[in-house]
């Protein structure tokens, strides 16, 4: 039984959209002579341990992220995207298009055997770079950026680097131990190393993933913090400071692409691997919010989602549709007409949704997370270890492996919703219970 879903909404009229299409830029003739629009390019950024409520356009007061507002405001934000609720896990999905439950390894760990949406990119003739935090090389099956399908890279955890990711940090570039001091700042580094690329691909279509190592804990001073009265503890106020600092970030890079004249061929989505640090306590509108990542809690994965091109996507699209990190890799193909990988995908492109079209949204996701926090599968782990974590969800409503219900609103999921209590939850169930059974029964690759 399948519960309606809302559809995508533009937040503007009818006549509007229509008099934006109709006014809009179109791209001049390629290179070659033909009448064909030159390609998209592609600009990924994901930021680390932050979660949907850490930004001013989706309604914090107490994080200040004027330019990825902007970039929502001009462009596509989706309310319901979800990652998975710690980074590897995330990460292998957003880079394969599939489920754990068909590739996870292991913390740490990008299966080689895997493609990427590096190799689909590489595949359709794009430059590629990756900058950033990797941490997917561990244990005997993982890889490297250049066999995920990346021409260049500069990245921080990865073989040859350290510990330091912020001040003095530990960069590996294209092979090279980057040299520096306690005045250089990780972040600035990959920045800069996108803004390169931008220039040195101007005249070629290019794919950037940026998995930024903002936010991550440690939480030091970052180049803008400053010293003030408040009493915020240190380690909240400079989170603050770098979750601002990676909008800035951002703002940097679509700065640069405005002065290459690429804004209007360059599609820029912007979205986190999970949510805030647990060490965190946070304003959220009337409340104090807890930061929930680990947790297979709605606090833990629901992500933000925010997608702009001008002249392409239309300013104000707000969607509630569902997109699961799955997602992203065909909807990269999408947008670029680039070749699916030949391998079982999960996932489905909101490329339609980002210029105002009805699309195929999902009526479900399905999550499968084994946590290396072990108390994140104290109440629903299963399967090896009682710590494999399988449920399916849509907007309103969330069902674990397990048989246990939860309103999603229900932040803590301090009360199961028991079989029979309204009409709406015992569709919900039976339909994410078939989305349970569709996917299956164990984990491919799990080596715990």
Not at 107 to 128: I, R, V
Not at 323 to 347: H, R
Request: glycine share 8%; hydrophobic share 35%; aromatic share 10%.
């Amino acid at each position: 039984m399948n519960l309606p879903i809302r559809p995508a909404t533009i937040v503007r009229s009818v006549f509007a959209v229509a008099t934006f299409a109709i006014a809009s830029p179109h791209f001049t003739p390629s290179a070659s002579g033909d009448d064909s629009p030159p390609k998209y390019n592609v600009i990924l950024i994901m930021a680390d341990d932050s979660a949907v409520d850490n930004y001013g356009c989706y309604g914090s007061t107490f994080f200040k992220t004027p330019r990825l507002d902007e970039l929502a405001r001009t462009g596509a934000k989706f309310n319901h995207c979800y990652s998975e609720p710690v980074c590897t896990s995330s990460r292998v999905k957003i880079m394969t298009g599939r489920d754990g439950i068909r590739n996870y390894v292991r913390f740490g760990t990008l299966d080689k055997d895997e493609t990427t949406f590096g190799n689909m990119m590489q595949k359709a003739g794009y430059a590629t770079t990756i900058v950033g935090k990797w941490q997917l090389h561990g244990g005997d099956r993982g890889t490297l950026a250049p066999a995920c399908g990346f021409d260049s890279y500069c990245l921080w955890n990865y073989p040859g680097t350290t510990r330091s990711r912020y001040w003095n940090p530990s960069i590996l570039c294209d092979g090279k131990l980057l040299k520096t001091t306690e005045n250089d700042y990780g972040p600035d580094i990959f920045t800069k190393h996108i803004i390169d690329f931008i220039g040195k691909n101007k005249d070629r279509p290019f794919f950037a993933y940026y998995p930024m190592v903002l936010t991550h804990a440690p939480f030091p001073k970052t180049p803008d913090t400053q010293a003030d009265s408040s009493d915020l503890i240190e380690s909240l106020k400079h989170y603050r400071d770098m979750n601002a600092y990676a909008d800035k970030c951002v703002g940097k890079i679509v700065d640069a692409l405005d002065a290459a004249g690429l804004r209007e061929r360059t599609v820029v989505i912007y979205t986190t691997d999970n949510g805030t640090d647990r060490a965190l306590t946070y304003p959220f509108e009337n409340e104090q919010r807890k930061g929930q990542k680990a947790f297979a809690m709605d606090g833990g994965c629901h992500a933000p989602l925010i997608v702009n091109c001008p002249g392409t996507i239309p300013e104000g699209i707000v969607s509630d549709d569902m997109v699961d990190f799955s997602d992203f890799l065909p909807t990269i193909a999408d947008i670029t007409n680039a070749k699916l990988p030949d391998v079982e995908l999960d996932g489905r492109s909101f490329w339609p949704q980002c210029k105002g079209e009805k699309g195929d949204p999902r009526q479900w996701i399905f999550q499968y997370y084994y946590p290396k926090f072990v108390p994140a599968a104290e109440k629903h782990g299963q399967g090896v270890n009682k710590r494999e974590i399988i449920w399916a969800q849509n907007q309103t409503f969330k069902l674990y492996r397990d048989g246990t219900l939860y309103a999603v609103a229900d932040r803590q999921e301090t009360t199961a919703i028991p079989s029979g209590s309204s009409p709406e939850s015992d569709a919900a169930r039976d339909l994410l219970q078939s989305a349970l059974q569709s996917m299956p029964a164990a984990a491919a690759k799990l080596a715990p």
